[in-house]
Nanobody, 123 residues
Framework: QVQLVESGGGLVQAGGSLRLSCAASGHTFSSYAMGWFRQAPGKEREFVGAISWSGAGTNYADSVKGRFTISRDNGKNTVYLQMSSLKPEDTAVYYC????????????????WGQGTQVTVSS
């Protein structure tokens, strides 16, 4: 069992930056691939990015590529989502998720989820 807690969300102006954190506990964090997803009101949950268990591999949705960066610190059991050049369309609840094995873009592939943190980007 893995427990995930996101933090770092808030209100930011367009063009600004935020860093989200996801703290994990309860199991061997370093054996899990981690994903970030988001869900805007009235929309389905969508993939943002993912990072391999070692941190050596990452992949991103086209909508955030070049603006968002995922990293992890296995010593601190934490994964990060650095968001830059934020746009109003990035407004959503952001979730981190964990799965054993390789990173995936499909939310159904993830076994553990945090409660989410709200990110609001004003124009």
């Amino acid at each position: 069992q893995v427990q995930l807690v996101e933090s770092g969300g808030g209100l930011v102006q367009a063009g600004g930056s935020l860093r989200l954190s996801c703290a994990a506990s309860g199991h061997t964090f370093s054996s899990y691939a981690m994903g970030w997803f988001r869900q805007a009101p009235g929309k389905e949950r969508e993939f943002v990015g993912a990072i391999s268990w070692s941190g050596a591999g990452t992949n991103y949705a086209d909508s955030v590529k070049g603006r968002f960066t995922i990293s992890r610190d296995n010593g601190k059991n934490t994964v990060y989502l650095q968001m830059s050049s934020l746009k109003p369309e990035d407004t959503a609840v952001y979730y981190c998720a964990a799965r054993e094995g390789m990173r995936r873009t499909n939310s159904y592939a993830y076994d553990y989820w945090g409660q989410g943190t709200q990110v609001t980007v004003s124009s």
